[in-house]
């Protein structure tokens, strides 16, 4: 078991239970639910994944509430029948993050005591406040003793990233000098809810480099940085924080040391994972994180990514650059940066990736594509390289993607930016246009089901109609 422990849903879930649990006359209420597990490396997160309503008699609200044993067994039996872990919520009269009482702690217990033994998972248990803020305790039963610790946050994914953090585990970042003009634009609130996301940047090139260097300047306290790649000649013209001397070095090495260089927190944790995103190590580290960009230049990785978005919940910023050519000369460049996850169009739909491409790219035969493979309609020409201003723009729209995901300002949607005309478009909502579903079924399923090929079917069923 991971030593820490959160809790995910998607914004419709969230609202489905809000409705449920936060009566208008002024009493409490339960019901069960389901959980996946995702399990990293330092993290065991709970995906809510269905919904038990009770039935005709199974609880009974008189003030506080109750539930019959027989509520209890249809859900062990659920549970058991999909592999998955219990949840029990309750809703409290009180906002914020919510603490257990001496009667929830008792009745968690209770539950846990045949919950942990019956579905081989601890048993969640979440308080749901009066303005919308969840709080968790993850319950473990070990021989039969009964122990229960706080979850360090509650992620809602949706349009937004809204998160509940527990202060006494992750508290507000305290204040420096060096980052209160940061603080001055986004407010102390928004400021403590942002930087206290673990973001994962993925890929440590031209693109990410500068992501990493714009999180630690913007007072981000928890990084994770994944490439298993080292610093080459071909680099020096536009990796952040590479120079001569740092050839051969690891480009994670390079960035960490850029970003603790860089940071206006008073504290930063970054962690090197110096592997490919496809590797088990990779993968794994991944699911740590709350947030997570996709600077990658190759097509399995990024469908890997795309995955990860809906089954474990996790947003993903990706960001593609197409320079083009013609008989040589320069002609143009386009750049493209979304955020996928639920309620958003996948990366496939939205032309970051093609199906073919990745699976080439999986059997070791795709040599050596460019940031090409981040816009639709593949390279024009021979070359397809990139420079330093360009990864630099592109760095900067994948950040407003993240400021815009976690403050709720805005959904910015697909942003396409044309360098002949000086246009950037703005696709507010292209999930309906592109009547994209194929990855509906991979919502909160974790590692529990695997299909590369969901886009290409649903797009052919689309056209069959």
Known sequence: MPEHS???????????????????????????????????????????????????????????????????????????????????????????????????????QRVARSAVPATGWPLISMILGTDGTWSARVWQNEEGEVTGNWATHVRVIGSQLKVSYAEHLR????????????????????????????????????????VCEQLARSGFTRLVLIDHDRVEQHNLDRLTGAYPENLGELKVDVAARNAIRSSTAAQI?????????????????ALDCDVLFS???????????????????????????????????????????QTTGPMRPCLACVGAFGAGEADIDAKGLLDNPTYVSGLPGGAE??????????????????????????????????QRFDFNSGITEAYLDERQPLNCRCQDHLIATADTVVDWHAHDLALEAHWRT
């Open 171 to 210: 508290p507000s970042p305290p204040p420096t000098r060096r980052h209160r003009r940061t603080v001055a634009v986004w407010g102390p609130e928004q400021q403590a809810a942002m930087t206290r996301l673990s973001v994962g940047v993925v890929g440590l090139g031209s693109v990410g480099s500068q």
């Open 381 to 414: 020409g021979p070359s397809s390289e990139n420079v330093f201003t360009f990864s630099n723009a592109v760095a900067s729209m994948e950040m407003l993607q993240l400021f815009a995901l976690a403050t709720g300002f805005q959904n910015f949607g697909v």
């Open 269 to 285: 944790d970054v962690r090197r994972v110096p592997v490919k995103i496809t590797s088990p190590d990779g993968y794994r580290a």
């Open 295 to 337: 600077c990658v230049d190759r097509p399995q990785p990024r469908r890997l990514l795309n995955h990860l978005a809906y089954a474990h919940l996790i947003p993903v910023i990706d960001g593609g650059i197409r320079v083009r050519h013609r008989q040589n000369q320069f002609v143009g460049v386009n750049w493209q940066v």
């Open 6 to 108: 959160s809790v995910a849903l998607t914004s419709t879930v969230h609202d489905d239970l809000a409705t449920f649990l936060l009566r208008t006359d002024g009493q409490e209420d339960l019901m069960f639910a389901l959980y996946v597990p995702s399990v990293g490396h330092e993290r065991f997160t709970a995906l809510v994944s269905d919904l038990m309503y009770p039935e005709d008699g199974e609880r009974e609200v008189h003030g506080n509430v109750s539930f019959t044993g027989a509520y209890l067994e249809r859900v062990y039996r659920a549970a058991l029948a999909k592999g998955c872990g219990v949840i029990m919520l309750h809703s409290h009269l009180g906002p914020g993050w919510q603490d257990a009482s001496d009667d929830d702690i008792r009745a968690d």
